[in-house]
DNA sequence: CGGGCTGGTCTCTTTTTGGAACCGCGGAGT
DNA sequence: ACTCCGCGGTTCCAAAAAGAGACCAGCCCG
């Protein structure tokens, strides 16, 4: 119980690596953009065990990424993206662009197409004034909105050393 | 000895999962692009036990993300990132944006604005042929030459069901 | 009726973590 | 010289998480 207290943190990176952040969770989610919908092919597809799977699957319908429902056409049962689940794909590009850039010796193991364009989707972090591209460097954090409503709640004053 | 075989197959979000997925790796590269160098320092912004944070700035340093070296001033120990450790920044901004969309409630925690400039810094998935904004759907993995090497190998055999 | 598929559960073992004590080193104070 | 402290680091043990595989009920098909 105390890994999952980061979650009160007031940050937004924190916040979500408590979700996503252990061994099965994003790879998942890649299965899941990539089409996986049904359960034994999560778990072939993956090597995932049953149990493990059974706890993510549950977990990521729980926070609202997956939507657990049974197909139209009969009676199994599909976990599909919800648009929730939908705006991860960035951090998976973001992965992946990493990957293919330190990762992949041989060249990158998959293009991933722009469809009925020549091009390829890569993440890029820029600025929505100016527009420019933005490195780690240019970046400066500052207090925001959410820092100062978790200021003031009570059960805050424990935790302010951390960050 | 099962999950770390996952690094062998030719997947760029799979390879770096591997490295990167787990509890506590993310939030030390957090850290890191927040200015934490020191070990203690590490120890006592995440809350992470001793022996875990020494196995983990160890494998990061073996990947070369994390470069260990002793202070110039003096005798104590500094973890800083490397150019390599330093491109992972857009995983964690996007990371960030997901979560102040979807996980602050009360608003942005931080704002990461753009030095000298009004504006904030955003991830985008962008084609880079004809520039525009992608997501999800607008994109086809194609087989890339980092497959082909890796079918060229004896030992892909065994694992030909998984992707 | 039997077999195979489905998603899901249970139990046992192994691996990974967390927590706290301990260590050697170098510096500062006295 | 002796102690005290902070530093990075290690070791040990208990607790939590993960892996492997058997097992189950429901369903459809033959």
């Known amino acids: 119980m105390r890994y999952e207290d980061l979650a009160d943190l007031p940050c937004s990176i924190t ?31 993956l090597g995932i065990s049953r149990s493990r799977l059974q706890d993510r699957l549950g977990r990521l319908v729980e926070h609202g990424i997956l939507e657990r429902r049974t197909a139209h056409d ?59 591209t933005v490195t780690a460097r240019d970046v400066a954090p500052e207090p925001g909105p959410g820092l100062q409503a978790h200021l003031g709640r009570p059960e805050t004053a424990a935790e302010q050393q951390r960050q």
């Open 74 to 132: 009969g009676d199994h049962v599909e976990y599909r993206l919800t648009a929730k689940g939908h705006a991860l794909y960035p951090i998976l590009m973001a992965i992946r662009d990493w990957g293919d850039t330190y990762m992949a010796p041989d060249g990158p193991p998959a293009h991933y197409r722009h469809r009925d364009c020549t091009g390829e989707a890569h993440v890029q972090l820029t600025c929505d004034a100016c527009g420019g």
């Open 15 to 45: 916040r979500p690596l408590v979700v996503l952040g252990d061994r099965w969770t994003l790879l998942l989610l890649k299965a899941s953009f990539a089409g996986v919908r049904r359960f034994n092919a999560f778990q072939s597809a």
